[in-house]
């Protein structure tokens, strides 16, 4: 039984805290190397307490199996630009030393009935406590920022009709997830003409350091 929340929460949210360190430092490595980053921003959060309850119900977890049923009490979401990024931020994490994945889910092209669209990683964490070493569980979804705005977007509706979608409105949602889709499709194919035209044309000079510098200084990382 858990006696006491906040004590119960103290590891996932270290966990959080240092994994949201670690992940923003590739994203600055990427900048300073390669002047672009497959990583745009990083979030993270621990679950509510209600939020917990809630799902314990739902799907049935008992109090005392929490640690080892409940996989994302932690939870980082990656930002990425394009649909390639989350593949490439997929192999960056298998080859972390710091994190054991125990399961891959890939919904970016095996996309959920709703339409939703993302890459989720289960894995375990050491945090390091006054106790000693404690081993989480813990989540990462690796998305689009398209992918991320229909998901923000169905998660409110959802929770406002608390899942009971008009049948109208479900179809709507779904052709929408869609349209996000081919609209990341679509940048990418933009992205790869743009590349073959720097290609062929000597000329084209990459954009001034000065000024990436200034437009990663004014980017939104959370």
């Known amino acids: 039984m858990v006696k006491n929340w906040d004590n119960f929460l103290i590891p996932y949210k270290?966990?959080?805290?240092?994994?949201?360190?670690?992940?923003?430092?590739?994203?600055?490595?990427?900048?300073?190397?390669?002047?672009?980053?497959?990583i745009?921003?990083?979030?993270g959060r621990v679950k509510p307490v209600d939020s917990i309850k809630e799902k314990m119900v739902r799907r049935h977890i008992s109090e005392d199996r929490l640690e080892e049923d409940m996989e994302d009490i932690a939870g980082l979401r990656i930002m990425c630009q394009f649909v390639e990024d989350i593949y490439q931020v997929v192999d960056l994490l298998r080859k972390r030393t710091d994190i054991n994945i125990l399961e891959e889910r890939d919904y970016v092209h095996n996309k959920k009935p709703s339409g939703y669209r993302s890459y989720h990683i289960i894995f375990e964490y050491p945090v390091q406590m006054l106790s000693g070493e404690k081993v989480i569980l813990a989540e990462i979804q690796v998305r689009t920022l398209a992918m991320n705005f229909w998901a923000t977007v169905e998660h409110s509706l959802n929770y406002k009709y608390k899942g009971a979608f008009p049948a109208d409105l479900k179809s709507r949602l779904e052709r929408?997830?869609?349209?996000?889709?081919?609209?990341?499709?679509?940048?990418?194919?933009?992205?790869?003409?743009?590349?073959?035209v720097k290609k062929q044309d000597p000329d084209t000079q990459e954009p001034d350091k000065d000024v990436r510098k200034s437009s990663d200084e004014n980017s939104h990382l959370q």
Do not use: N, W, Y
Request: glycine content about 4%; proline content about 2%; overall charge negative.
């Open 14 to 38: 270290q966990a959080v805290d240092e994994l949201k360190v670690k992940l923003r430092g590739i994203r600055a490595q990427f900048l300073k190397v390669d002047g672009r980053s497959p």
């Open 176 to 196: 929408s997830a869609e349209a996000a889709f081919h609209l990341d499709e679509e940048m990418s194919e933009i992205r790869d003409e743009l590349q073959e």
């Open 40 to 43: 745009e921003f990083v979030t």
